[in-house]
Protein backbone atom coordinates (compact mmCIF):
# COMPACT_ATOMS: atom_id res chain seq x y z
CA UNK A 1 0.00 0.00 0.00
CA UNK A 2 1.43 3.58 -0.80
CA UNK A 3 1.03 6.80 1.31
CA UNK A 4 -0.92 9.79 -1.08
CA UNK A 5 0.02 13.20 0.69
CA UNK A 6 -3.30 15.05 -0.68
CA UNK A 7 -2.27 18.64 -0.78
CA UNK A 8 -4.54 21.76 -1.12
CA UNK A 9 -6.28 25.14 -0.05
CA UNK A 10 -3.59 27.45 -0.43
CA UNK A 11 -4.08 31.86 -0.36
CA UNK A 12 -5.10 32.37 -3.38
CA UNK A 13 -8.86 33.43 -4.91
CA UNK A 14 -9.82 29.91 -5.46
CA UNK A 15 -8.21 27.97 -2.03
CA UNK A 16 -12.66 26.88 -2.04
CA UNK A 17 -12.15 25.31 -5.10
CA UNK A 18 -9.16 23.43 -4.49
CA UNK A 19 -10.95 22.02 -1.45
CA UNK A 20 -13.70 20.49 -3.23
CA UNK A 21 -11.00 18.90 -5.97
CA UNK A 22 -9.40 17.52 -3.05
CA UNK A 23 -12.44 16.08 -1.41
CA UNK A 24 -13.40 14.88 -4.45
CA UNK A 25 -10.37 13.41 -4.88
CA UNK A 26 -10.10 11.66 -1.70
CA UNK A 27 -13.70 10.39 -2.00
CA UNK A 28 -12.70 8.53 -5.11
CA UNK A 29 -9.50 7.06 -3.60
CA UNK A 30 -8.65 3.50 -3.79
CA UNK A 31 -8.45 2.65 -0.24
CA UNK A 32 -7.00 -0.82 -0.03
CA UNK A 33 -4.00 0.75 -2.76
CA UNK A 34 -3.41 4.01 -0.88
CA UNK A 35 -3.04 5.46 2.36
CA UNK A 36 -3.75 9.29 2.31
CA UNK A 37 -2.81 11.99 4.47
CA UNK A 38 -5.15 14.89 4.01
CA UNK A 39 -2.82 18.04 4.32
CA UNK A 40 -4.26 21.77 3.69
CA UNK A 41 -1.90 24.59 2.96
CA UNK A 42 -1.86 28.24 4.49
CA UNK A 43 0.83 30.47 3.60
CA UNK A 44 3.44 28.52 4.66
CA UNK A 45 2.00 26.36 6.60
CA UNK A 46 0.95 23.00 6.14
CA UNK A 47 -1.90 21.34 8.19
CA UNK A 48 -3.04 17.54 9.18
CA UNK A 49 -6.85 17.70 8.60
CA UNK A 50 -8.80 14.92 10.03
CA UNK A 51 -12.41 15.84 9.39
CA UNK A 52 -11.41 16.25 5.65
CA UNK A 53 -14.82 15.37 3.94
CA UNK A 54 -16.88 18.03 6.07
CA UNK A 55 -16.89 20.56 3.22
CA UNK A 56 -18.35 23.48 5.40
CA UNK A 57 -15.60 23.07 8.02
CA UNK A 58 -13.09 24.61 6.03
CA UNK A 59 -15.34 28.01 5.68
CA UNK A 60 -14.10 29.21 8.90
CA UNK A 61 -11.11 26.70 9.42
CA UNK A 62 -9.35 27.07 13.04
CA UNK A 63 -5.86 26.56 11.76
CA UNK A 64 -5.36 26.59 15.48
CA UNK A 65 -6.57 23.32 16.61
CA UNK A 66 -4.81 21.34 13.69
CA UNK A 67 -2.06 19.32 13.82
CA UNK A 68 0.57 21.07 11.99
CA UNK A 69 3.20 18.82 9.26
CA UNK A 70 6.24 19.50 7.55
CA UNK A 71 7.52 17.34 4.79
CA UNK A 72 11.32 16.02 5.29
CA UNK A 73 12.71 14.08 2.14
CA UNK A 74 10.69 11.02 1.78
CA UNK A 75 8.74 11.87 5.21
CA UNK A 76 6.02 13.68 6.67
CA UNK A 77 6.59 14.62 10.53
CA UNK A 78 4.19 16.56 13.34
CA UNK A 79 5.86 19.77 13.43
CA UNK A 80 4.62 20.45 16.85
CA UNK A 81 6.54 19.50 19.96
CA UNK A 82 9.20 16.72 19.64
CA UNK A 83 9.47 16.20 15.65
CA UNK A 84 7.41 13.05 14.87
CA UNK A 85 7.33 10.62 11.80
CA UNK A 86 3.92 10.33 10.63
CA UNK A 87 4.52 8.18 7.64
CA UNK A 88 6.78 8.00 4.81
CA UNK A 89 4.89 9.46 1.21
CA UNK A 90 5.44 7.42 -1.91
CA UNK A 91 3.87 10.60 -4.10
CA UNK A 92 2.26 14.40 -3.30
CA UNK A 93 -1.27 14.77 -4.94
CA UNK A 94 -1.74 18.49 -5.65
CA UNK A 95 -5.08 19.54 -5.80
CA UNK A 96 -4.26 23.24 -5.50
CA UNK A 97 -5.10 25.81 -7.82
CA UNK A 98 -3.96 29.40 -8.79
CA UNK A 99 -1.06 31.27 -6.79
CA UNK A 100 1.85 29.38 -5.19
CA UNK A 101 0.46 26.28 -5.21
CA UNK A 102 0.09 26.25 -9.15
CA UNK A 103 2.69 28.46 -10.05
CA UNK A 104 5.85 26.21 -9.81
CA UNK A 105 6.05 27.40 -6.53
CA UNK A 106 4.97 24.33 -4.67
CA UNK A 107 5.67 21.97 -7.25
CA UNK A 108 9.56 23.32 -6.54
CA UNK A 109 9.37 22.43 -2.57
CA UNK A 110 8.27 19.10 -3.31
CA UNK A 111 10.66 18.57 -6.18
CA UNK A 112 13.59 19.52 -3.68
CA UNK A 113 12.30 17.04 -1.24
CA UNK A 114 12.65 14.24 -3.90
CA UNK A 115 9.13 13.21 -3.75
CA UNK A 116 6.89 12.86 -6.92
CA UNK A 117 4.14 14.96 -7.42
CA UNK A 118 1.19 14.40 -10.04
CA UNK A 119 1.44 17.86 -11.35
CA UNK A 120 3.15 19.44 -14.20
CA UNK A 121 6.89 20.57 -13.26
CA UNK A 122 8.40 23.86 -12.57
CA UNK A 123 8.90 25.12 -15.66
CA UNK A 124 5.72 24.15 -17.25
CA UNK A 125 3.34 25.11 -14.15
CA UNK A 126 5.19 28.47 -14.14
CA UNK A 127 4.79 29.29 -17.41
CA UNK A 128 1.00 28.17 -17.15
CA UNK A 129 0.05 30.75 -15.03
CA UNK A 130 1.45 33.37 -16.78
CA UNK A 131 -1.02 34.10 -19.20
CA UNK A 132 0.87 36.52 -21.49
CA UNK A 133 4.24 33.83 -21.28
CA UNK A 134 2.34 30.81 -22.14
CA UNK A 135 0.74 32.67 -25.05
CA UNK A 136 4.49 33.35 -26.34
CA UNK A 137 5.24 29.94 -25.87
CA UNK A 138 2.02 28.92 -27.56
CA UNK A 139 2.79 30.89 -30.70
CA UNK A 140 6.43 29.56 -31.06
CA UNK A 141 5.28 26.05 -31.10
CA UNK A 142 3.03 26.86 -34.05
CA UNK A 143 -0.32 27.05 -31.87
CA UNK A 144 -2.70 29.64 -32.71
CA UNK A 145 -3.30 32.70 -30.66
CA UNK A 146 -5.66 35.22 -30.33
CA UNK A 147 -4.17 38.57 -30.74
CA UNK A 148 -3.02 40.83 -27.14
CA UNK A 149 -0.36 42.72 -25.24
CA UNK A 150 0.30 43.05 -21.74
CA UNK A 151 -0.32 46.26 -19.71
CA UNK A 152 1.34 47.17 -16.74
CA UNK A 153 0.33 50.40 -14.35
CA UNK A 154 1.27 53.58 -15.47
CA UNK A 155 1.37 53.17 -19.11
CA UNK A 156 -0.44 55.06 -21.43
CA UNK A 157 -3.26 52.51 -22.29
CA UNK A 158 -4.40 53.76 -25.82
CA UNK A 159 -0.58 53.62 -26.82
CA UNK A 160 -0.83 49.99 -25.39
CA UNK A 161 -3.65 48.65 -27.19
CA UNK A 162 -1.80 49.66 -30.71
CA UNK A 163 -3.65 47.78 -33.50
CA UNK A 164 -6.72 46.03 -31.28
CA UNK A 165 -10.32 47.26 -31.99
CA UNK A 166 -12.87 46.77 -29.76
CA UNK A 167 -14.58 44.96 -28.17
CA UNK A 168 -11.46 43.60 -26.31
CA UNK A 169 -10.70 41.20 -23.19
CA UNK A 170 -9.34 42.14 -20.11
CA UNK A 171 -7.50 39.24 -18.14
CA UNK A 172 -4.91 39.35 -14.65
CA UNK A 173 -2.18 37.66 -16.29
CA UNK A 174 -1.66 35.48 -13.36
CA UNK A 175 -5.29 34.31 -12.40
CA UNK A 176 -7.35 31.43 -12.73
CA UNK A 177 -11.11 30.59 -12.85
CA UNK A 178 -12.17 33.60 -14.79
CA UNK A 179 -11.34 35.40 -11.51
CA UNK A 180 -10.88 39.68 -12.66
CA UNK A 181 -12.01 39.14 -16.11
CA UNK A 182 -13.89 41.72 -18.65
CA UNK A 183 -14.92 43.00 -22.01
CA UNK A 184 -14.27 46.08 -22.92
CA UNK A 185 -16.66 47.69 -25.74
CA UNK A 186 -14.83 51.51 -25.56
CA UNK A 187 -12.05 53.02 -24.14
CA UNK A 188 -14.08 53.78 -21.07
CA UNK A 189 -14.76 50.34 -20.52
CA UNK A 190 -11.38 49.51 -20.96
CA UNK A 191 -10.24 51.50 -18.52
CA UNK A 192 -12.20 50.34 -16.12
CA UNK A 193 -12.20 46.57 -16.80
CA UNK A 194 -8.17 46.89 -16.52
CA UNK A 195 -8.64 48.77 -12.78
CA UNK A 196 -10.69 46.23 -11.77
CA UNK A 197 -8.35 43.12 -13.46
CA UNK A 198 -5.07 45.02 -11.36
CA UNK A 199 -6.58 44.52 -8.40
CA UNK A 200 -5.72 40.86 -8.76
CA UNK A 201 -2.33 41.60 -10.69
CA UNK A 202 -0.03 44.00 -11.44
CA UNK A 203 0.03 43.13 -14.95
CA UNK A 204 -2.99 42.16 -17.28
CA UNK A 205 -3.45 40.97 -20.41
CA UNK A 206 -5.45 42.61 -23.31
CA UNK A 207 -6.44 40.92 -26.15
CA UNK A 208 -8.59 40.99 -28.91
CA UNK A 209 -12.25 39.33 -28.23
CA UNK A 210 -13.79 37.33 -31.27
CA UNK A 211 -17.12 37.28 -31.77
CA UNK A 212 -19.39 33.95 -33.15
CA UNK A 213 -17.23 31.73 -31.15
CA UNK A 214 -17.83 28.41 -29.01
CA UNK A 215 -15.10 27.34 -26.26
CA UNK A 216 -14.01 24.10 -26.52
CA UNK A 217 -12.15 22.26 -23.82
CA UNK A 218 -9.78 19.10 -23.89
CA UNK A 219 -7.54 17.06 -20.95
CA UNK A 220 -4.66 15.12 -21.55
CA UNK A 221 -2.54 13.03 -19.05
CA UNK A 222 -0.17 10.30 -19.77
CA UNK A 223 -0.24 6.35 -18.56
CA UNK A 224 2.02 4.32 -18.57
CA UNK A 225 4.17 6.99 -20.38
CA UNK A 226 1.70 6.70 -23.46
CA UNK A 227 -0.10 9.75 -23.79
CA UNK A 228 -4.16 9.67 -23.63
CA UNK A 229 -5.92 12.61 -25.10
CA UNK A 230 -9.76 12.91 -23.52
CA UNK A 231 -13.14 13.63 -25.94
CA UNK A 232 -13.60 17.52 -25.89
CA UNK A 233 -16.28 19.56 -24.38
CA UNK A 234 -17.96 22.15 -25.43
CA UNK A 235 -19.33 24.51 -21.77
CA UNK A 236 -22.07 26.89 -22.34
CA UNK A 237 -22.47 30.58 -21.16
CA UNK A 238 -24.22 33.40 -22.03
CA UNK A 239 -22.06 35.49 -20.81
CA UNK A 240 -18.91 36.59 -23.43
CA UNK A 241 -16.53 33.99 -21.86
CA UNK A 242 -17.10 32.05 -19.12
CA UNK A 243 -17.17 33.75 -15.57
CA UNK A 244 -16.41 32.49 -12.19
CA UNK A 245 -20.24 31.92 -11.39
CA UNK A 246 -21.02 30.14 -14.43
CA UNK A 247 -18.22 27.43 -13.56
CA UNK A 248 -19.18 27.25 -9.75
CA UNK A 249 -21.85 29.25 -8.19
CA UNK A 250 -24.40 29.02 -10.23
CA UNK A 251 -24.94 25.35 -10.13
CA UNK A 252 -22.87 24.43 -7.14
CA UNK A 253 -21.22 21.74 -9.33
CA UNK A 254 -17.31 22.15 -10.24
CA UNK A 255 -17.68 21.41 -14.07
CA UNK A 256 -19.71 24.07 -14.75
CA UNK A 257 -23.01 24.71 -15.85
CA UNK A 258 -24.45 23.54 -19.33
CA UNK A 259 -21.87 22.13 -21.66
CA UNK A 260 -22.11 19.38 -24.32
CA UNK A 261 -19.78 16.25 -23.75
CA UNK A 262 -18.73 15.09 -26.33
CA UNK A 263 -18.72 18.38 -28.31
CA UNK A 264 -20.04 18.90 -31.79
CA UNK A 265 -16.73 19.23 -33.78
CA UNK A 266 -14.79 16.95 -35.90
CA UNK A 267 -12.71 17.13 -38.77
CA UNK A 268 -9.86 19.27 -39.21
CA UNK A 269 -10.81 21.75 -36.40
CA UNK A 270 -10.47 18.63 -33.70
CA UNK A 271 -7.30 17.36 -35.39
CA UNK A 272 -5.65 20.91 -34.64
CA UNK A 273 -6.83 21.00 -31.27
CA UNK A 274 -5.92 17.88 -30.45
CA UNK A 275 -2.44 18.70 -32.64
CA UNK A 276 -1.53 22.06 -30.28
CA UNK A 277 -3.11 20.03 -27.51
CA UNK A 278 -0.36 17.33 -27.62
CA UNK A 279 2.39 19.50 -28.84
CA UNK A 280 2.57 21.61 -25.77
CA UNK A 281 2.10 18.70 -23.04
CA UNK A 282 5.15 16.74 -24.92
CA UNK A 283 7.30 20.29 -25.45
CA UNK A 284 7.16 21.09 -21.99
CA UNK A 285 7.57 17.62 -20.11
CA UNK A 286 4.04 17.90 -18.49
CA UNK A 287 2.76 15.17 -16.02
CA UNK A 288 -0.73 14.42 -14.22
CA UNK A 289 -4.09 15.49 -15.75
CA UNK A 290 -3.90 19.06 -17.59
CA UNK A 291 -6.84 20.65 -19.04
CA UNK A 292 -6.52 22.76 -22.20
CA UNK A 293 -8.70 25.30 -23.49
CA UNK A 294 -9.51 26.58 -26.86
CA UNK A 295 -11.71 28.91 -29.08
CA UNK A 296 -12.97 28.11 -31.93
CA UNK A 297 -14.12 30.67 -34.66
CA UNK A 298 -14.79 30.84 -37.99
CA UNK A 299 -13.32 27.48 -38.46
CA UNK A 300 -10.01 28.32 -36.57
CA UNK A 301 -8.74 26.91 -33.11
CA UNK A 302 -7.03 29.17 -30.76
CA UNK A 303 -5.68 28.08 -27.66
CA UNK A 304 -7.09 30.07 -25.23
CA UNK A 305 -4.81 29.11 -21.89
CA UNK A 306 -3.62 25.57 -20.11
CA UNK A 307 -4.85 25.03 -16.13
CA UNK A 308 -2.08 22.80 -14.88
CA UNK A 309 -4.06 21.51 -12.38
CA UNK A 310 -7.62 21.20 -13.56
CA UNK A 311 -10.85 21.51 -11.08
CA UNK A 312 -11.71 17.95 -10.26
CA UNK A 313 -8.58 16.95 -12.13
CA UNK A 314 -11.13 17.22 -15.52
CA UNK A 315 -12.11 13.29 -14.47
CA UNK A 316 -15.34 13.84 -16.77
CA UNK A 317 -13.73 14.51 -19.59
CA UNK A 318 -12.14 10.91 -19.78
CA UNK A 319 -15.39 9.36 -19.52
CA UNK A 320 -15.54 8.38 -23.53
CA UNK A 321 -12.26 6.58 -23.24
CA UNK A 322 -13.59 4.56 -20.34
CA UNK A 323 -11.91 5.97 -17.43
CA UNK A 324 -13.41 6.43 -13.92
CA UNK A 325 -12.03 8.86 -11.40
CA UNK A 326 -10.95 5.78 -9.68
CA UNK A 327 -9.11 5.24 -13.08
CA UNK A 328 -7.65 8.66 -12.88
CA UNK A 329 -6.32 8.78 -9.66
CA UNK A 330 -4.06 5.24 -10.52
CA UNK A 331 -2.97 6.77 -13.77
CA UNK A 332 -1.61 10.25 -12.36
CA UNK A 333 -0.28 8.32 -8.95
CA UNK A 334 1.60 5.43 -10.85
CA UNK A 335 3.44 8.27 -14.06
CA UNK A 336 4.47 10.53 -10.95
CA UNK A 337 6.49 8.19 -9.22
CA UNK A 338 7.86 6.36 -12.49
CA UNK A 339 8.89 9.75 -13.60
CA UNK A 340 10.71 10.11 -10.03
CA UNK A 341 12.18 7.26 -10.27
CA UNK A 342 14.39 7.53 -13.40
CA UNK A 343 18.47 7.48 -12.53
CA UNK A 344 19.95 10.71 -12.21
CA UNK A 345 21.79 12.66 -15.00
CA UNK A 346 25.85 12.26 -15.21
CA UNK A 347 27.31 14.77 -12.98
CA UNK A 348 29.90 16.65 -14.43
CA UNK A 349 33.47 17.03 -12.01
CA UNK A 350 34.68 20.20 -13.02
CA UNK A 351 38.10 19.53 -10.44
CA UNK A 352 38.15 23.50 -10.15
CA UNK A 353 37.96 23.67 -6.44
CA UNK A 354 40.84 20.64 -6.33
CA UNK A 355 43.35 23.20 -8.44
CA UNK A 356 42.02 26.38 -6.97
CA UNK A 357 44.66 28.07 -5.54
CA UNK A 358 43.77 31.63 -3.14
CA UNK A 359 45.95 34.30 -4.95
CA UNK A 360 45.58 32.62 -8.66
CA UNK A 361 43.10 33.80 -11.84
CA UNK A 362 40.48 36.42 -10.77
CA UNK A 363 41.18 35.51 -7.06
CA UNK A 364 44.00 37.81 -6.55
CA UNK A 365 44.15 40.62 -4.33
CA UNK A 366 43.48 44.06 -6.29
CA UNK A 367 46.14 45.45 -7.96
CA UNK A 368 46.51 49.31 -6.28
CA UNK A 369 46.12 51.59 -10.00
CA UNK A 370 48.54 54.79 -9.56
Not at 47 to 65: R, S, T
Not at 321 to 336: F, R
Request: glycine share 8%.
Amino acid sequence: MKNLAIVYGGDSCERDISVITAVQFMHNINQSKYKFYPILQSANKFYLVKDWDNIKGYVDFDYKEKDRVFFQCDGLYKAVGRCKKIAVIDCVVLCNHGGKGENGTLQGYFTAQGLPITSPNVCASAIGMNKYLSKMLFGALDCNVVEGVLYEQEQNLQDKIGGLAFPLIVKPNSQGSSIGINTAHDIEELSQAVEIAMQYDSQVVIEQALTDFVEINIALMRKNGKMIVSSPEQPLSWQEFLSFEDKYISTGKMNGGGRIYPAPIGGKILEDIERMATSIYTALNMSGVVRMDFLVSADKAYLNEINTIPGSMAYYLFAEQGLDYEDIVDCIVEQAIEDNTHPPTARFESNVLSSYHTYSNACKKPTKIL
